[in-house]
């Protein structure tokens, strides 16, 4: 006997949240609408943070080009060999952005330059003051329009406050009951009963009972406030009422953290049956990224990637660390002569840095959860951070380069652009 994944009542219940926020088709039209540069720098000037912008769009004209590498080192590339695209974490809001931006810009005069990464990861706890004061839609508008990123990933914390009303609100609309506690007068948050543990709050893993249905909201909120359009989703029972929600909105998107444990073949395989029982009529699925274990060899990535294809699955993309936060993981974690394998092979990479494997001040793990406050204080170092993991990753992509592979960075480090704002 198969057992379906959602049961009836869990449809209702999703189906009756993705109403309270308009439906679909409005969440896919809002969305879309958020997403232009004319319309966030709109509100953005209202918030505040016009100057920012501004000064944004005058720095990026000064980026160094992938394309004068190229010509310089004649560099042709091999169509039996993967693509490489680059991906950096650690985007902490705007102040972080712009300064990172200054660094970038001022690295075109340097020995070394350094590209803009194709994606960003960002883990800022979706915050209703995050998401309504204009710091993430600067940030936004800063890595998405300005630099051309292609992708820029928030991570929603389901641990944290919210006013207590908005609990009673999704609990009449989804008829389910969510354990919360008071923080102040005014505001609750879930009871993540693993909080005493690392992993028992980290990312919203502990998405117990019914939490999925305060992930898929607080997703939705950014979703409708920002444009943001791309999620990380690090537990099972989320991931799976994310690929049922985002079946009718097309520009709704997730990342599987690494922190899911798909070490291999077999852990692979139960997320792609996951991820078919709500594909899409298109043969896609909100699924848009999977982040392979750190764990996992070349062979096993490689692996992963043919079962990915046979699957039939569209436009999904599997990522890997180069280096990791020297808090998260081993001493001296180098995943690069496993990326040369994989992409030798032909087949395709996003090659991510959680760290620039110098363990630097502020390249770690409790840089992701300052308060506001402190992340402001720190915007210059935390900015420095992303700085030399964007170098890093522009360096291993000038080697890939010279090897015959080709990496993929943000439309603002090559001359003509390769997507719109």
């Not at 394998?341 to 840089?367: C, F, H, P, Q, W």
């Not at 308060?371 to 992509?397: C, M, P, T, W």
Request: hydrophobic share 40%; glycine share 8%; net charge neutral.
């Amino acid at each position: 006997m198969k057992y379906s994944l959602l049961s009836n009542c869990d449809l209702k219940a999703i189906d009756a949240l993705k109403e309270f926020h308009g439906g679909a088709k409005k969440i896919t039209n809002t969305i879309t609408e958020m997403r232009k540069l004319e319309t966030r720098k709109a509100i953005l000037k209202d918030k505040g943070f016009g100057d920012m912008i501004a000064d944004a769009e005058a720095l990026v004209k000064q980026f160094p080009k992938v394309n004068d590498f190229e010509k310089k080192h004649n560099i042709v590339y091999n169509d039996k060999l993967g693509v490489a695209t680059s991906q950096v974490s650690g985007w902490q809001g705007a102040k972080v952005t712009h300064h990172a931006m200054k660094r970038i810009a001022a690295s075109a005069k340097e020995a070394i330059p350094c590209y803009v990464p194709s994606e960003c990861i960002s883990v800022v706890a979706l915050t209703d003051n995050y998401i309504y004061n204009g710091d993430l839609m600067a940030t936004l508008a800063m890595t998405e329009n300005i630099m051309g990123a292609s992708k820029f990933c928030s991570t929603n914390l389901i641990g944290i406050p919210h006013p207590t009303k908005r609990f009673t609100d999704l609990e009449k609309v989804t008829g389910r009951t969510f354990e919360i506690a008071p923080v102040d007068e005014h505001n609750s948050a879930l009871i993540l009963k693993n909080q005493g543990t690392f992993f028992g709050n980290f990312g919203g893993i502990e998405v117990a009972n019914d939490n999925h249905l305060c992930y898929l909201d607080g997703v939705t909120r950014a979703a409708l406030a920002n444009g943001n359009d791309f999620f990380l989703n690090p537990s099972w029972s989320s991931i799976i009422a994310a690929c049922y929600y985002g079946r009718d909105i097309p520009n709704l998107t997730f990342k599987v953290s690494m922190l899911l444990a798909t070490q291999n073949k077999m852990q692979f395989k139960m997320l792609l049956n996951i991820i078919n029982e709500y594909i899409r009529d298109d043969g896609t699925t909100p699924i848009y990224e999977i982040n392979i274990g750190n764990g996992a060899t070349a062979d096993t990535f490689i692996k992963c990637a043919k079962a990915l294809d046979e699957s039939g699955i569209k436009g999904v993309s599997l990522s890997a660390h180069m280096y990791i936060n020297p808090d998260l993981g081993m001493a001296d974690f180098n995943w690069t002569p496993n990326a040369y394998k994989v992409l030798e092979s032909g087949t395709n990479i996003t090659y991510k840095y959680e760290s620039d494997g110098t363990a630097r001040e502020m390249d770690t793990m409790a840089a992701y959860f300052m308060s506001e406050e402190d992340r402001d204080l720190n915007a210059e170092k935390i900015g420095d951070v992303i700085f030399y993991k964007s170098l890093k990753a522009s360096q291993d992509g000038m080697d890939f380069m010279k090897k015959g592979i080709k990496p993929v960075f943000g439309c603002a480090s090559y001359e003509k652009k390769r997507c719109c704002d």
